[in-house]
């Protein structure tokens, strides 16, 4: 008789030991990590964190949607906020100029698809306009985590860019925009050799994709 393996589940926050020993790996590979109760906390946190007038980047995300900090930084007069200065530029004229101010704003807030045990954040992107502030382009990047998108190691991260992540962003889009989505970028961030440069704000409830 053959014992079947349960499929992980990408919907399940991750208990508290999981999310001690992501976060540990996470800081041995030189990210700064906060584990905070919920997505609440982080809206609280990132005023602390970002400067007032800097200027910040929000990278395309259900978990800044759905906690308010998009809206926050996007709306709120606080900070020199770059999304909506480049969704109202024309996007020919002004194509060099809307690259740079993405590639590299003083703050990048995000997050990802996947965080592995072993300290590494997994992000896909349809576009790639947030991947080059996360690398590195960015003065500060801040990556807001749901438990849920803990995984063991990075096989069980791609699976969940694919199997799990892609079939509800290409539903998003292709209500919001007539298209599905595609994962035609993805990085992986396995160290951050900045000190201070990158900050993981992992929650203990689940939120986003």
């Known amino acids: 008789m053959t014992t079947q393996i349960p499929e992980t589940p990408f919907v399940e926050p991750a208990p508290p030991q999981r999310l001690e020993r992501a976060a540990a790996a996470l800081t041995a590979h030189g990210f700064t ?6 997505a609440a906390a982080a809206r609280a946190r990132i005023r602390d964190l970002i400067p007032e007038g800097a200027g910040v980047f929000t990278g395309a995300s259900e978990t800044l949607r759905l906690s308010g900090i998009e809206e926050d930084i996007n709306t709120g007069g606080r900070y020199r906020a770059i999304r909506p200065r480049v969704l109202a530029m024309d996007r020919v004229a002004c194509a060099d100029d809307m690259r740079r101010l993405l590639a590299s704003p003083d703050v990048i807030v995000g997050s990802v698809a996947a965080l592995t045990e072993t300290g590494s954040l997994v992000i896909a992107s349809g576009s ?3 991947l080059p502030g996360y690398a590195g382009g960015a003065g500060r990047a801040i990556w807001i985590v749901g438990a849920q998108k803990v995984v063991p190691d990075l096989a069980t991260a791609l699976r969940r860019v694919e199997e799990h992540c892609l079939p509800l962003e290409s539903a998003r889009t292709q209500e919001a925009h007539g298209w599905p989505s595609a994962v035609n970028r993805l ?18 409830e689940a939120i986003g994709f």
């Open 33 to 38: 990590v906060e584990i905070l109760a919920d």
């Open 128 to 130: 790639g306009s947030q």
């Open 187 to 204: 990085l992986v961030l396995n160290a951050e050799h900045r000190p201070g440069r990158g900050t993981v704000l992992l929650l203990r």
